[in-house]
């Protein structure tokens, strides 16, 4: 399903108080948005655990291509649904977050 973005003229009657969204409409937009978060995750996920696989192989541990196959990105415990979140991208030379310490039991 395609995502389907609000066009000029909806947004302007919905803005106003004349016509809502029928039931239909709200869960299709509703369902877009939510795909949308699911990709940015599992794009998120995977960055991540490719870091995570890439530095335990320069560390010497021997991890098995098989294994590797098993992961799944749709993984979400780490993120907090009812949070509230800041887009705003701090400047990483990386471009990644530091990969979290194993040995270390501090909260993040």
């Not at 395609?2 to 016509?19: I, K, M, N, P, W």
């Not at 699911?38 to 021997?62: E, I, P």
């Not at 800041?86 to 993040?108: I, K, V, Y």
Request: charged letters at 25%.
């Amino acid at each position: 399903m395609a995502v389907e973005f609000l066009t000029d003229e909806q947004t302007a009657r919905y803005g106003s108080f004349h016509e809502a969204p029928s039931r239909s409409e709200l869960e299709r937009y509703q369902i877009g948005a939510l795909g949308l978060v699911l990709n940015a995750l599992v794009l998120f996920n995977t960055k991540y655990m490719d870091a995570a696989v890439t530095r335990l192989r320069a560390d010497g541990f021997a991890v098995r291509d098989q294994d590797v196959a098993r992961l799944s990105p749709f993984v979400r415990h780490h993120v907090n649904m009812l949070g509230r979140y800041s887009f705003l991208l701090p400047e990483m030379p990386s471009g990644l977050r530091p990969l979290c310490d194993p040995d270390t039991t501090e909260a993040r």
